[in-house]
């Protein structure tokens, strides 16, 4: 038959039809497989492609994350060196507070004492003048009239020359000196009593001083003088000290009266200076213990808790983000060496190779 071949393996007659129509038909299997080979590349490689990416976003997210902990540590690490600094600063202004407070309080002090002297000069300078006047005086009239003279003489002189200090006789048959000086500061202080007692007889007396320590007792007064011509061997060259009471001659006694009162002036300063001092300690040990330096301090501690706790909070999230990365990661990555390892079963030999999945393909072949 016309229509009918010799098959050369089988000899069998096969129609030319039939044998076109198979050949068409596996050449359109053939072309159907190519392309749905082409199509499954082409969306393997569009799917890793998009992976790779995903895992390079998901990398760098890793590492934005990494960074971020390491500024937190760095901010701790400033903010625990900061609080030390802060402790050291506040300690530095007390000491400075305290330095400032004493160096004031020492230079009043100083500018009183100056002028204090200058006054003292200046009033020293002022009574030489009537010294022989006053010596002139002494020596008119009877001993009993020339002593009462000399005793309102250096009464005058004396309230003359510290107009500060309150001057007062003895009255006549009181027991006592005959002259009592009460010193006082500038500022109307207090400072001590000097008895005064005159003497115009040509023989010293042993006994004198004796009397007049007693008086000093009774008075509750700081120095005892006694003004007199006749002098002990304790004050031959004109002032002196015999038994603890004060000797002068009635040339000396201002200048003695100056020594003694500036004597009673700086003591009574310096008891005052150790009272500030003293205060001023107990002002500040009061506001280091008191409410506000307290209040400050739990501020500043609050703060650092508030902040600590924030970093605390802050890493445990991390942590939390990142083991959920992690583990979004992996099965990310076991997705991707799935899909690969099926292609590979579907394409052979013909799949290329992806960078860091080479472990994962040998262990399936293996496996296979």
Not at 18 to 37: G, T
Not at 65 to 91: C, G, P, Y
Not at 309 to 314: H, K, N, V
Not at 358 to 368: H, V
Request: hydrophobic residues 35%; proline residues 2%.
């Amino acid at each position: 038959m016309a229509n009918q071949i010799k098959c050369p393996n089988c000899g069998a007659q096969i129609e030319i039809t039939a044998a076109l129509r198979q050949e068409v038909e596996e050449q359109i299997r053939i072309e159907i497989k190519q392309a749905v080979q082409r199509e499954l590349e082409e969306k393997n490689a569009l799917e890793i492609a998009d992976l790779k990416k995903a895992l390079q976003e998901k990398e760098r997210k890793v590492a934005e994350f990494r960074e971020q902990e390491l500024k937190l540590r760095e901010e701790k690490r400033k903010l625990e060196e900061r609080e030390k600094e802060l402790a050291l600063e506040v300690q530095r202004r007390v000491d400075e507070e305290k330095k400032k407070a004493e160096e004031a309080a020492f230079k009043k002090a100083d500018e009183e004492h100056r002028l204090k002297d200058l006054e003292k000069d200046k009033v020293i300078a002022d009574l030489k003048k009537s010294l022989e006047e006053a010596q002139r005086k002494a020596s008119q009239g009877s001993q009993q009239t020339q002593g009462e003279v000399l005793e309102l003489d250096l009464e005058e002189n004396l309230r003359s020359a510290f107009p500060l200090d309150v001057i007062e006789p003895v009255e006549k048959g009181i027991r006592g000196a005959d002259i009592r000086q009460t010193v006082k500061s500038q500022s109307g202080v207090v400072c001590g009593v000097i008895l005064w007692e005159s003497k115009r007889t040509k023989d010293w007396h042993d006994d004198w001083t004796s009397k007049l320590k007693e008086d000093l007792r009774a008075e509750g007064a700081n120095v005892a003088v006694i003004v007199s011509e006749a002098l002990p061997k304790e004050a031959q060259k004109g002032m002196g000290i015999k038994d603890g009471v004060w000797v002068v001659s009635f040339s000396l006694v201002l200048p003695l009266a100056s020594l003694l009162r500036k004597n009673l002036l700086e003591v009574t300063y310096q008891k005052v200076i150790s009272v500030d001092r003293s205060q001023k300690a107990e002002q500040l040990y009061e506001y280091v213990t008191g409410h506000e330096f307290r209040q400050q301090l739990e501020a500043i501690v609050e703060v650092y808790q508030e902040m600590q706790e924030q970093i605390d909070s802050e890493k445990r999230a991390f942590e939390k983000i990142w083991k959920t990365r992690e583990f979004q990661v992996k099965r990310m990555l076991n997705s991707t060496a799935h899909i690969c390892g099926s292609m590979q079963g579907l394409i052979g030999s013909s799949m290329p190779q992806i960078r860091g999945l080479e472990l994962l393909d040998s262990g399936k072949s293996e496996n296979i």
